[in-house]
């Protein structure tokens, strides 16, 4: 079993910045990749920001250049630096861990922009 917890989410300003943590637990030595997803409303769960096993990391066009995905090894946490906020942006972000038994979803958390 795998947990994962986000944290972070909140209301900000256009413009404004939000870092968003996601904790993992339990089985997590085949840990292969840890994403960032958000879903707007009515809209589907799409990755947003990734970062493998290795360290490689990959973000949609959208959010390149104000995002930044980082984890913390000793702290089984991932991150995500988000700038410049935009309106778009405004979603319940999810974490997610790709371990051998599958991907393990976090509850959300609501990130809301206004402009």
């Known amino acids: 079993q795998v947990q994962v917890v986000e944290s972070g989410g909140g209301l900000v300003q256009a413009g404004g910045s939000l870092r968003l943590s996601c904790a993992y637990s339990g089985s997590i030595f085949s840990i292969n990749f840890m994403g960032w997803y958000r879903q707007g409303p009515g809209n589907q769960r799409d990755l947003v920001a990734g970062i493998t096993r290795g360290g490689i990391t990959s973000y949609t066009d959208s959010v390149k250049g104000r995002f930044t995905i980082s984890r913390e090894n000793a702290k089984n946490t991932v991150y995500l630096q988000m700038n410049n906020l935009k309106p778009e942006d405004t979603a319940v972000f999810y974490c997610?861990?790709?371990?051998?038994?599958?991907?393990?979803w976090g509850q959300g958390t609501q990130v809301t922009v206004s402009s």
């Open positions: 997610a861990v790709n371990t051998r038994t599958g991907r393990h």
